[in-house]
Nanobody, 115 residues
């Protein structure tokens, strides 16, 4: 089993920045990849960015050049640095960890971009 605890998020003005964190515990060695997803009201949950155990990253087109996914192995923590935020980035953000057997989700954190 893997447990994921998220932190960060909140209210920010357009053009601002936020950093989300996701700390994993439990069977960390079973994780083969991690990612960030978001879900806005009325929309399905969608991939924002992902990172494999080998460090390969992938981004949704809408966030390329603005968001950066990274991880700190020593802290078992994944980050999402979000810059140049736009109102359309407003959503609940979830972190996800994949093992060969199943997927695990964080508790979600609200990001609101508004003036």
């Amino acid at each position: 089993q893997v447990q994921l605890v998220q932190s960060g998020g909140g209210l920010v003005q357009p053009g601002g920045s936020l950093r989300l964190s996701c700390t994993a515990s439990g069977s960390i060695s079973s994780i083969v990849g991690m990612g960030w997803y978001r879900q806005a009201p009325g929309n399905q949950r969608a991939l924002v960015a992902s990172i494999t155990s080998g460090g390969t990253t992938n981004y949704a087109d809408s966030v390329k050049g603005r968001f950066t996914i990274s991880r700190d192995g020593a802290k078992n923590t994944m980050y999402l640095q979000m810059n140049s935020l736009k109102p359309e980035d407003t959503a609940v953000y979830y972190c996800k960890a994949l093992s060969l057997a199943q997927a695990y989700w964080g508790q979600g954190t609200q990001v609101t971009v508004s003036s």
